[in-house]
């Protein structure tokens, strides 16, 4: 399990250096806090992407994993998009809180543009790595 882990951490963890170095470089963004600390807290995030794919990839059928991936991606971003999460009914909270993505997509904002880490969203980070964690040794 760790040798599947390792090579897409360090090469999520490449892609989050790379999306700083052009929003600071190329975009002109200015950071409220440290890029280290941006990158660092990152890594929670690209291990809990990483357990939800490799759970997603435990399923039979590569369809069903590409549509479940597709999902997974599409709806926190439709959603942060377009409302709140706290306007959805509860059993849909609990759904999209579940996905990495939707507990993102609020993170990295608070934390690069107020310089305020959202440390109930690291908690729920932990929480989604150790469930998907117990799902696939299950």
Do not use: H, R
């Not at 991606?73 to 939707?102: C, D, G, K, N, R």
């Not at 997509?105 to 150790?130: D, E, H, K, R, T």
């Amino acid at each position: 399990l760790l040798s599947k882990i390792c090579p897409y951490f360090a090469l999520g963890l490449f892609e989050v250096l790379i999306m700083v170095i052009f929003g600071f470089w190329l975009f002109k963004i200015n950071f409220a806090i440290n890029v280290f600390a941006i990158i660092g807290l990152s890594m929670f995030f690209v291990l809990a992407t990483i357990m939800l794919g490799l759970v997603f990839s435990m399923l039979k059928s590569q369809i069903a994993t590409i549509l479940l991936d597709m999902i997974t991606i599409l709806l926190p971003l439709f959603v942060s998009v377009m409302t709140y999460v706290e306007a959805f009914p509860f059993v849909m909270q609990i759904v999209l809180y579940a996905l990495p993505l939707t507990c993102f997509i609020p993170f990295l904002n608070s934390l690069m543009f107020n310089g305020v880490v959202l440390w109930q969203y690291i908690g729920l980070f932990a929480i989604q790595i150790i469930v998907y964690y117990i799902i696939l040794i299950i």
